[in-house]
């Protein structure tokens, strides 16, 4: 674990050499986190930029990666994923590329394709205490000691991304870290993974696992964050149906990183547009209801009684 950190401090040898990160699943902050520890490094001038590969044909990411302006070397942020659709033709022409470029550019590819373990390195997702010792150390902030062991009896691993985050708070909050954990560590915990789990069981209608979900998370977050929220998320998956039904699925794949997997995978399928247009317009109502002082049971109604109105 620690010689992974090492490496996202760390350029390629030259221009031209390419490094595999993989992981089980690709974490949400992990390029970000990328781009930030090489400036902080002092190991990288070069502009940093981010192309998903469900986002570009692959004759066009051939060619940028071929070529420069007037010299310029960049480095490039490859990111592969749930969302991307690749044939295994076009799989097989990355996998060649990948393989005999000689640049001359940078390029990281990020990827959760196992495929890619034997030449990559593997990001162990699940964040030990351990692990969490070596990212702060790799970070160089100012964690507590106390910190870690404290953030360890509430339990005994964390996702990177919320690793990464509760490095962030531990570095401000320094020893003084007692209403932190009585008050304030199991909202944070209530991060986009978990509005995630939650989205997920609301689009497959599984209503008792969306309801203890929804009882787990509903006070850690305002009402109309709640409105917005849910919202967000019917007007992406109408998007999303509206561009697939028309055959457009570059157009689709550009809303599906927003949805849950399971959404684009197979549960979009029991949606029309009239559906989901009426479950927002429910929320609509909910929303004016709130900001003229009725309807406060709104949003418990939504849930309990989704997509059946």
Same mark, same amino acid.
């Given at each position: 674990m620690a010689?992974?950190?090492?490496?996202?401090?760390?350029?390629?040898?030259?221009?031209?050499?390419i490094m595999i990160f993989c992981a089980?699943?690709?974490?949400?902050?992990?390029?970000n986190f990328h781009r930030l520890a090489l400036l902080a490094a002092g190991s990288n001038t070069l502009p940093y930029s981010v192309i998903l590969l469900d986002d570009i044909d692959?004759?066009?990411?051939?060619?940028q990666l071929s070529i420069t302006f007037l010299g310029q070397v960049c480095l490039y942020a490859l990111k592969d994923g749930p969302s991307c659709s690749l044939s295994p033709t076009e799989r097989k022409k990355l996998n060649l590329f990948l393989k005999e470029y000689t640049g001359p550019h940078y390029v990281y590819f990020f990827t959760n394709d196992p495929l890619y373990e034997k030449n990559a390195l593997v990001l162990d997702t699940v964040i @030990? !205490?351990?692990?969490?010792?070596?990212?702060?150390?790799?970070?160089?902030?100012?964690?507590?000691? *106390? $910190?870690?062991? /404290?953030?360890?009896?509430y339990r005994s691993s964390y996702?990177?991304?919320?690793?990464?985050?509760?490095?962030?708070?531990?570095?401000l909050l320094g020893a003084r870290n007692d209403l932190f954990f009585s008050a304030w560590l199991t909202r944070i915990l209530a991060d986009d993974t978990s509005l995630f789990i939650l989205s997920q069981y609301f689009f497959s209608q599984q209503k008792n696992l969306l309801i203890q979900e929804w009882i787990r998370l509903k006070d850690h977050y305002t009402p109309e964050f709640w409105i917005a929220f849910f919202s967000e998320q019917l007007w992406q998956a109408?998007?999303?149906?509206?561009? @697939? !039904?028309?055959?457009?699925?570059?157009?689709?794949?550009?809303?599906?990183?927003?949805?849950?997997? *399971? $959404?684009?995978? /197979?549960?979009?399928?029991?949606?029309?547009?009239?559906?989901?247009?009426?479950?927002?317009?429910?929320?609509?109502?909910?929303?004016?209801?709130?900001?003229?002082?009725?309807?406060?049971?709104?949003l418990e109604l939504f849930i309990h009684t989704a997509f059946s109105f």
């Open positions: 010689h992974f950190f090492e490496k996202l401090y760390a350029m390629p040898a030259q221009a031209g050499c089980q699943s690709i974490p949400e902050k992990i390029i692959l004759e066009g990411l051939f060619a @030990t !205490q351990r692990s969490f010792q070596e990212l702060v150390m790799s970070t160089g902030l100012n964690v507590a000691p *106390s $910190f870690i062991e /404290k953030l360890y009896t996702t990177f991304d919320e690793a990464l985050s509760l490095v962030r708070y531990a570095d109408a998007l999303y149906v509206q561009y @697939t !039904q028309a055959g457009k699925s570059a157009e689709a794949k550009r809303h599906a990183y927003r949805l849950p997997f *399971s $959404f684009f995978q /197979k549960d979009y399928k029991r949606y029309t547009l009239t559906q989901l247009a009426k479950a927002h317009e429910f929320l609509y109502k909910i929303d004016h209801g709130l900001k003229n002082g009725y309807a406060t049971d709104g």
